[in-house]
């Protein structure tokens, strides 16, 4: 029945059919190859459909099929390679982001002309040690800073990274809890203050760094600190009595701010920071 139906002249009934929750194979294999591009779409987007059936669609004339195709995760090493090949930046995109790629592949996409695929290179948890090592010297900022949220990197890498001249590089960098102590104390030493403020939101920040950060003379680099999950009650303490509103605001707001010092935040001068430890106030009941 499903297979007669696979070849129904309505194009409504074939395209129903490409959408139902369960459909065999065999009945996918045909719809693969429907005049219809809208059913193929449908067809290329279905978790479980066959391989030959993807690999049919990753060739298909029509680009928006591509492109579906693009998404799937079971896409066979022969179906993303092709599509590695597309002249749409879309598709070589979507396949730059695949968690199925090779690494081999990804080599060769870190040097593709479009930035939105070195940067999907550059976050992808497989690219290989050649390829970050590449992007790190990328003109394009945006690739960089894909880089610097990743969770590895060569040594080399996490270095340059934190001699980069992009403020915000820095501070996305310096908020990475995955990156090496070491260069988290080499960010302290360039005093650039993004960095420093995202040294001071970062939960992974030895303590030691967040002691100096805390006492640090710009109110920006505080409340940062004062916004830290992991400082220690008493620096929240401290920081409670800092002179300005921002930061003391950002320590009422912090779930780990002692209940003495949410209470005390609740009198505070500036009606700002009273509203803070208030609603604190109501959410630890």
């Not at 395209?15 to 591009?37: H, M, S």
């Not at 990274?161 to 908020?175: C, I, P």
């Not at 950002?250 to 002692?258: G, I, W, Y």
């Not at 209940?259 to 920071?273: F, K, M, Q």
Request: net charge positive; with cysteine.
């Amino acid at each position: 029945m499903l297979m007669k139906l696979a070849r129904d002249t309505c194009v409504e009934v074939r395209r129903r059919l490409a959408k139902r929750g369960f459909c065999p194979e065999a009945v996918l294999n045909i719809l693969a190859f429907d005049p219809d591009p809208s059913i193929k779409r449908f067809v290329a987007r279905r978790p479980g459909t066959p391989t030959h059936a993807l690999c049919a669609l990753a060739v298909d004339q029509d680009l928006s099929v591509r492109r579906a195709v693009a998404r799937d995760h079971d896409l066979s090493l022969f179906a993303i390679r092709r599509l590695a090949g597309e002249k749409d930046t879309m598709v070589r995109q979507r396949v730059a982001r695949h968690p199925g790629v090779s690494k081999d592949l990804l080599a060769e996409l870190a040097s593709d002309p479009a930035t939105q695929v070195r940067r999907r290179v550059a976050a992808h948890p497989a690219a290989p040690p050649e390829a970050l090592t590449r992007l790190v010297c990328d003109k394009h900022s945006r690739v960089r800073y894909a880089l610097a949220t990743r969770q590895n990197n060569p040594k080399d890498v996490w270095r340059r990274l934190a001699l980069d001249d992009d403020y915000w590089l820095l501070s996305r960098l310096a908020e990475n809890e995955f990156a090496p102590v070491d260069i988290l104390a080499l960010l302290l030493r360039r005093h650039a203050i993004h960095a420093l403020a995202g040294l001071a939101r970062n939960s992974s920040s030895p303590p030691a760094i967040l002691v100096r950060l805390a006492k640090h003379q710009d109110a920006y680099v505080r409340q940062s600190a004062a916004a830290n999950v992991s400082l220690s009650p008493h620096l929240l303490e401290d920081l409670s009595c800092d002179a300005d509103p921002h930061v003391r605001r950002q320590v009422a707001r912090n779930k780990h701010t002692p209940p003495e010092v949410i209470d005390r935040l609740s009198h505070d001068a500036d009606e700002s920071v009273r509203r803070a430890a208030g609603y604190a106030g109501r959410a630890s009941l």
